[in-house]
């Protein structure tokens, strides 16, 4: 069976050419700290699932910065499921971004849901991530595409590995050839997980395509003591690196508790990751 044309892929910018070697994505500014992503040793990604206050994350950032992470979740907007949900802090929390920067030197990723959260975003992050629930949002995709920031595309929970680097293309065909894809699990008939990681996807969109490709084993599982063993799987699966919600006290979060790694949690888990960093 055709699941998907590869000979339109072959034309797309996103495919990867015969002998073609993989993107390296820079990450940071000519002045500050700078980082690639694909190519090298992977990347660890974490922080909490969205900035709360401004003491906490500041301190978050510190202790995550000496346990060697190099980029970290400063979510603002949060695209909840449901409208009754923390909404993240919005606006108002762009200053926090600017003093955790100040104070650390830490690479900033930060979420952003429309046009305008974008260009408000942009000048405060240095990179900027479309989540799954925005991956079709062709608009967003074609005003990031005219950005200068490398942007993390986060696989749609219900796309297939083809849509997902459709999704990418309109970033590229914008003129932005900074996507950093990230696998973060689909929807499947299993109730035991939040979602379903799809470990072939990574191996998969390493043939197809020269974008790097990192995964995100808290939204996939939704289960605290899934993420180390999938990020295990993740990174041995050629992974250019892993994105891991973290939370100062994980019981208080106010969104995705279940999955957020203590300080402590994520210490094991970079020892049992090791290896492959
Ligand atoms: C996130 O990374 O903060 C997030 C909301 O993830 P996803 O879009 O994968 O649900
Ligand atoms: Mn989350």
């Given at each position: ?192 997980t939040r979602f379903t990681l799809d470990i072939s996807a990574i191996p998969a969109v390493k043939e197809l395509s020269h974008l790097p490709i990192i995964a995100d084993p808290s939204h996939a599982s939704g289960r605290r003591s899934l993420i180390t063993p999938l990020s295990r799987a993740i990174l041995a699966s050629g992974a250019d690196g892993l994105m891991v919600e973290v939370h100062q006290s994980p019981q208080n979060s106010l969104s995705d508790a279940k999955q957020a790694l203590s300080l402590n949690d994520f210490i094991e888990l ?8």
């Open positions: 069976m055709n699941f998907f044309s590869e000979d339109k892929l072959s034309h797309m910018l996103v495919a990867r050419k015969p002998e073609q070697h993989g993107t390296s994505v820079c990450v940071g500014s000519a002045e500050g700290k700078k980082l690639f992503i694909g190519g090298g040793k992977p990347v660890v990604i974490a922080g909490p699932c969205a900035l709360e206050a401004e003491e906490e994350a500041l301190s978050l950032a510190k202790g995550l910065k000496e346990l060697g992470v190099s980029i970290f979740r400063a979510m603002l907007f949060k695209p909840r499921s449901s409208p009754y949900s923390f909404q993240g802090l919005g606006e108002a929390g762009l200053s926090i971004l600017d003093e955790i920067k100040k104070q650390t030197s830490l690479l900033l990723l930060s979420e952003v849901c429309s046009e305008r959260e974008a260009d408000l975003t942009a000048p405060h992050a240095d990179i900027l991530q479309i989540g799954t629930r925005n991956m079709s949002n062709f608009e967003l995709l074609k005003h990031v595409g005219r950005l200068n920031r490398p942007i993390v595309l986060k696989r749609g929970m219900g796309a297939s590995i083809i849509e997902w680097l459709n999704a990418a293309e309109y970033i590229l065909a914008e003129g932005n050839p900074n996507v950093i894809l990230c696998e973060r699990g689909i929807k499947t008939f299993e109730l035991y970079k020892k049992s990751v090791q290896v492959f960093l």
